[in-house]
């Protein structure tokens, strides 16, 4: 089946520092990949999305000079949280899409909890 | 109005029988209707995708579509102490759209 992996699986830092998270899909090519942000007990939270080659595009209210998001590769996506606060401290889980496929093609990767102190 | 609503939970189910999802949507024209399962601390996996009116069965898991009444759900039967979870449900809101929506998610415990 298809892979999708993150690195890291969890992060921990100091307030104002910069936290760049990897979203790689293993086996197969991905023109469009989705980053997502999820507190407690809630639901999953679209922050942007991504397609090779081209600039993401954020969804309303997510600041794109704090989260930049590269899609450098139709198997690689990163997401920099940058001078990140303890209010950003969440759980970042990003999906891919099967190059030419529909939605039941998303996968998604493990997520990468970060806890900013 | 949230374009997908889900009961938050938790429901508590005993173990063996039916446990029941609902999920409603706004939008009518959306196409696309999908399941997923989330365990604690973990990312969704897709369980089942429906698309036309009326059920699709996997295994233990049915997924019933009503466009008319705009209205998914997602039946399991024999549940089973595993199946305790939060279930997605996420819409694609029309043709050739990317964003999948999702809703807050229902806490599912199963008993046994």
């Known amino acids: 089946g298809a892979v999708v992996s993150q690195h890291p699986s969890r992060v921990i830092c100091k307030s104002g520092t910069s936290v760049k998270i990897e979203c790689r899909s293993l086996d197969f090519q991905a023109t469009t990949m989705f980053w997502y942000r999820q507190f407690p007990k809630q639901s999953l939270m679209l922050m942007a999305t991504s397609n090779e080659g081209s600039k993401a595009t954020y969804e309303q209210g997510v600041e794109k000079d704090k989260f930049l998001i590269n899609h450098a590769s139709l198997t690689l996506s990163t997401l920099t949280v940058t001078s990140a606060h303890p209010e950003d401290s969440s759980f970042y889980i990003c999906?891919?899409?099967?190059?030419?496929?529909?939605?039941?093609?998303?996968?998604f990767g493990p997520g990468t909890r970060l806890t900013v102190l | 109005q949230k374009e997908v609503e889900q009961n938050s939970g938790p429901l508590s189910v005993p173990e063996g029988a039916i446990a029941s999802l609902n999920c409603t949507y706004s939008?009518?024209?959306?196409?696309?209707f999908f399941w997923y399962r989330q365990y604690s601390g973990k990312s969704p996996e897709l369980i089942m995708s429906?698309?036309?009116?009326g059920d699709k069965e996997d295994g233990r898991f049915t997924a019933q579509l009503n466009k008319a009444s705009q209205y998914v759900s997602l039946l399991i039967r024999d549940s089973q102490p595993s199946d305790s979870a939060t279930y997605l449900c996420?819409?694609?809101?029309?043709?050739?759209?990317?964003?999948?929506?999702f809703g807050q998610g229902t806490r599912l415990t199963i008993n046994p």
């Open positions: 429906i698309y036309s009116n």
């Open positions: 999906s891919a899409r099967v190059k030419g496929g529909g939605a039941h093609t998303q996968y």
């Open positions: 996420a819409v694609l809101p029309q043709q050739g759209a990317q964003k999948l929506v």
């Open positions: 939008d009518r024209v959306s196409q696309s």
